[in-house]
Antibody
Framework: QVQLVESGGGVVQPGRALRLSCAAS????????MHWVRQAPGKGLEWVAI????????HFAESVKGRFTIYRENFKNTFYLQMDNLRIEDTAVYYC?????????????WGQGTLVTVSS | EIVLTQSPATLSLSPGERATLSCRAS??????LGWYQQVPGQAPRLLIY???NRATGIPARFSGSGSGTDFTLTISSLEPEDFAVYYC?????????FGGGTKVEIK
């Protein structure tokens, strides 16, 4: 069965960096686009970024563009979110999400999330 | 970016009743609109994609309709497990965006 397991969350000071990882199993990882979606405490969902199948055609939310990088290592069945220059408003649960078969735009499987807290 | 506005913010209904949730886009998203369900404490689940296609394993009581800027998610007869928060999402243009959510609560 499809499994997505996030790691790397924690408490970090504003301006610092953090890298999230998502380990995938139960499907052919290299055939799917992958996303990060976040949810601030008590708030709604916010799409963050997508990494394409080959890692070369990626897109970001305006709120993280220029600060976050997304990449993947298909041989490890893992993808990452490198978060630099973190802000207090980046505090959220970060979900890794598999893009669906129909173009990869829909999130058909979700991890359980990892909490990132940005605080001084 | 495309802004999605969901209404109402909260819907108070009883089990067995019909739920109608709305999602309005700031510009046309053609038919590239989907819906997710999030039960408190859990990750979201894809219900509907491309306006009206049910995702794998989603019961037939969930249906989607609309086009352009106005979309609807209908739950024909609410089951106890359907009381949750529902989000719409568009994939017509980058960046992908979500609506603010509609909470369906027990009346």
């Amino acid at each position: 069965q499809v499994q997505l397991v996030e790691s790397g969350g924690g408490v970090v000071q504003p301006g610092r960096a953090l890298r999230l990882s998502c380990a995938a199993s139960g499907f052919t990882f290299s055939s799917y686009a992958m996303h990060w979606v976040r949810q601030a405490p008590g708030k709604g969902l916010e799409w963050v970024a997508i990494v394409s199948i080959n890692g070369k055609d990626n897109h970001f939310a305006e709120s993280v563009k220029g600060r976050f990088t997304i990449y993947r290592e298909n041989f490890k069945n893992t993808f990452y979110l490198q978060m630099d220059n973190l802000r207090i408003e980046d505090t959220a649960v970060y979900y890794c999400v598999r893009g669906s078969d129909s173009g990869g735009y829909w999130g058909d499987y979700w991890g359980q999330g990892t909490l990132v807290t940005v605080s001084s | 970016e495309i802004v999605l506005t969901q209404s109402p913010a909260t819907l108070s209904l009883s089990p067995g009743e019909r739920a109608t949730l709305s999602c309005r886009a700031s510009q046309s998203v053609r038919n590239y609109l989907g819906w997710y369900q999030q039960v408190p404490g859990q990750a979201p689940r894809l219900l509907i994609y491309d306006t009206s296609n049910r995702a794998t394993g989603i019961p037939a009581r969930f249906s989607g309709s609309g086009s352009g800027t106005d979309f609807t998610l209908t739950i024909s007869s609410l089951e106890p497990e359907d009381f949750a928060v529902y989000y719409c999402q568009q994939r017509s243009a980058w960046p992908l965006t979500f609506g603010g959510g509609t909470k369906v609560e027990i009346k």
